[in-house]
């Protein structure tokens, strides 16, 4: 796995988004996501391999589930690491909204995309494969696994205008 400054890095604004479009509050979503990277570095060993994003996930979504449940966001992990509690100001709240909206809108586009085409985009674009990567993967020619891409990016193309 990569160090815990670059996974940090990396999924902070997904792990976000995830808090973000679910609670509603930008300050709850942020005290969910730093308690979420606080548990995966008390755990951080612990890492099944594969994708990190996934664990991160799975972190986040347990951890909206207790929080839920007790009516407040956890903070055992943060506690045991040290951690000061979040001080947001209105950029930093301004900055989470917009997260929030935008994955709202990946959230659409990937609804209103066919597997495929959201395969081909997520790995060309998040996984950064090349396209003989990705047809390899995907079990087709180069030139399929270009136009995947290209529709799925016009696809999102008009649901970003049309949503203007």
Not at 1 to 24: C, I, K, N, Q
Not at 97 to 125: H, K, M, P, Q
Not at 133 to 139: G, I, K, N, T, Y
């Amino acid at each position: 796995m990569h160090s815990f400054d670059e996974l940090y890095l990396r999924y902070r604004e997904p792990v976000l988004g995830y808090f973000a479009r679910r609670v509603r509050d930008p300050e709850v979503a942020a005290d969910l996501m730093a308690e979420t990277f606080a548990r995966a570095l008390v755990h951080h060993r612990t890492n099944p391999s594969g994708e990190p994003v996934a664990w991160l996930l799975v972190i986040a979504r347990n951890l909206l589930v207790d929080s839920a449940r007790r009516g407040q966001v956890e903070e055992s992990a943060r506690r045991k690491l040290h951690m000061e509690p979040l001080v947001l100001d209105d950029a930093d709240l301004q900055r989470i909204e917009e997260i929030a909206e935008a994955a709202d809108l990946a959230e659409t586009v990937r609804a209103t995309l066919s597997a495929t085409e959201y395969a081909a985009l997520r790995g060309r674009v998040v996984d950064e494969e090349s396209y003989a990567e990705l047809a390899l993967r995907m079990r087709c020619s180069e030139a399929v696994a270009r136009k995947r891409v290209s529709r799925a990016i016009a696809h999102m193309r008009t649901v970003i205008e049309d949503g203007r």
